[in-house]
């Protein structure tokens, strides 16, 4: 099927298809079914790739912003087309003003696309920045680090068969010429100093010939076309949900329905960028680790059984509210769950814990060491405390003692800040009716069964003991 504007489908948006691409019991076909699909044995998870093109001053960096804004729970890294110009020859640069940069050849494409085949495979590349004095690469370049949706921009992203071979998806954002224009002198005239007539000379002597022989002609690969750019919120609204449907976290989340994370704000993502950062200091990690500590009990808190409760107010009215559910301990697996302990404290008064400690050796050979628990923890529902699932060794061996001490599996939840995907997937497929509450998923583990990008040695960097 032809590529179609996103405003002439959102009457059939019920239909079976929606402009260029098809929906087909809930699995995508068309250019995104023509990607090779993921290895179950793969640790590094396949970003979502968004290809976003159009012609200069079409509105493609806003379509790209209101993207990333919508997706803000997510890691978005965008990658310009624009940092990838050849660096000018002496030649060139003498008849700069002669120089098409509209024009295909002007892009180094191979280094384009072994930067991007870096990203798809999990790892971090340095994108070079182009300066336009210059009119050569900077010796500074910017450091892009693996993400979940990778958003390629620029004008000829679509033109070479290889880049566009390695999207998922494929946007066109279609603008008037005539808007483009205005907004092109605009640009020009205020950010590059340049005088109008200047600006006209380049339109008609590059950029509209190249718009036509190159870039409107890349129109047709793409699997939706935006009219209006950004200014067109519902197409992004629903390029957005289609782009969410697709992201690990959300896959398994509707795989597994007893995992839960937690809604994610700027405010929990910038204490996840501090935790994470090598170079915070031990008490600016405890600090916000143990903020976001809290907001992963308070949610699993919230899983918990509750009775109808009535009260009487200050006023002398009835409150129909609940109760809290009183037969509750924690079990933190020494070292890294005591860490939990305190924000478990603060909300359950009184509380109960206990203690489990497991030696554990790379991807096997866990050893149950030690096990403190409540007498009566069978009567109890289970909150189990540790910061990261990793492989989902170590917390099947604790989860099988508490069910052991005869804790039925549906009272257990499971307590942690970061989850791998592999762990999601062998502890929830172990125990179905045991719940997760986690605040973020992980891109998967390295050879040596550590979550990446994670956070480290938690318990060393919260206890202070790697000081060495």
Do not use: W
Not at 345 to 350: E, H, L, P, Q, V
Not at 431 to 459: A, D, H, Q, W
């Amino acid at each position: 099927m032809g590529s179609t504007a996103v405003d002439d489908f959102m009457e059939a948006s019920s239909g079976a298809h929606f402009s260029g691409f098809h929906l087909e019991n809930g699995d995508l076909t068309g250019s995104e079914a023509q990607q090779p699909a993921n290895s179950a044995a793969e640790n590094v998870k396949q970003p979502f790739v968004i290809g976003v093109a159009g012609g200069a001053a079409s509105g493609k960096t806003s379509v790209c912003d209101m993207i990333i804004e919508q997706l803000r729970d997510q890691r978005v890294v965008v990658v310009n087309q624009d940092s990838f110009y050849h660096n000018l020859t002496p030649e060139e640069l003498k008849n700069v003003s002669e120089y098409n940069f509209d024009h295909p050849d002007a892009f180094d494409t191979d280094k384009l696309l072994c930067t991007l085949d870096k990203l798809k495979h999990g790892q971090p590349v340095d994108v070079p920045k182009y300066d336009f004095k210059t009119y050569k690469s900077d010796v500074h370049t910017r450091r892009v680090n693996p993400a979940d949706v990778i958003i390629l921009e620029g004008i000829l992203v679509f033109h070479d068969m290889r880049i566009r071979d390695a999207m998922n998806m494929k946007i066109f954002v279609d603008t008037d010429a005539d808007v483009r224009l205005a907004r092109r002198i605009r640009r020009d005239t205020a950010e590059k100093g340049r005088d109008i007539d200047m600006v006209l000379d380049q339109y008609s002597k590059f950029v509209k010939p190249a718009f036509d022989d190159f870039i409107l002609p890349t129109k047709k690969y793409a699997d939706i076309i935006i009219p209006r750019g950004g200014d067109n919120h519902v197409a992004i609204d629903l390029i957005v949900q289609h782009i969410r449907t697709k992201l690990g976290q959300h896959d398994l989340c509707k795989i597994f329905p007893n995992l839960y994370v937690i809604n994610t704000t700027f405010q929990i993502r910038g204490m996840h960028t501090l935790i994470r950062d090598s170079q915070t200091t031990k008490h600016d990690f405890i600090f916000y680790a143990d903020r976001l500590i809290r907001l992963v009990v308070e949610h699993g808190l919230g899983h918990l059984p509750f009775t109808e409760k009535q009260v009487i107010t200050p006023t002398g009215s009835v409150y129909t509210g609940v109760d809290f559910c009183k037969r509750l301990c924690g079990v933190s697996v020494i070292r890294s769950g005591e860490s939990m302990e305190n924000a478990l404290r603060a909300c359950c008064k009184g509380i109960k814990i206990g203690k489990i400690l497991i030696h554990r050796e790379g991807d096997n050979g866990q050893q149950l060491i030690y096990e403190k628990l409540p007498t009566d923890i069978s009567d109890r529902h289970v909150l189990l405390l540790d910061p990261i699932l990793g492989t989902g060794n170590s917390a099947v061996q604790a989860i099988s003692l508490i069910i052991n001490k005869g804790v039925p599996e549906s009272n257990i939840i499971f307590l942690n800040l970061i989850s791998a995907p592999r762990g999601i997937h062998v502890v929830c497929q172990r125990f179905p009716r045991l719940k997760i509450v986690t605040s973020e998923i992980e891109m998967g583990l390295n050879e040596y069964y550590r979550v990446i990008p994670g956070m480290g040695e938690f318990g060393d960097r919260y206890f202070g003991t790697d000081d060495d």
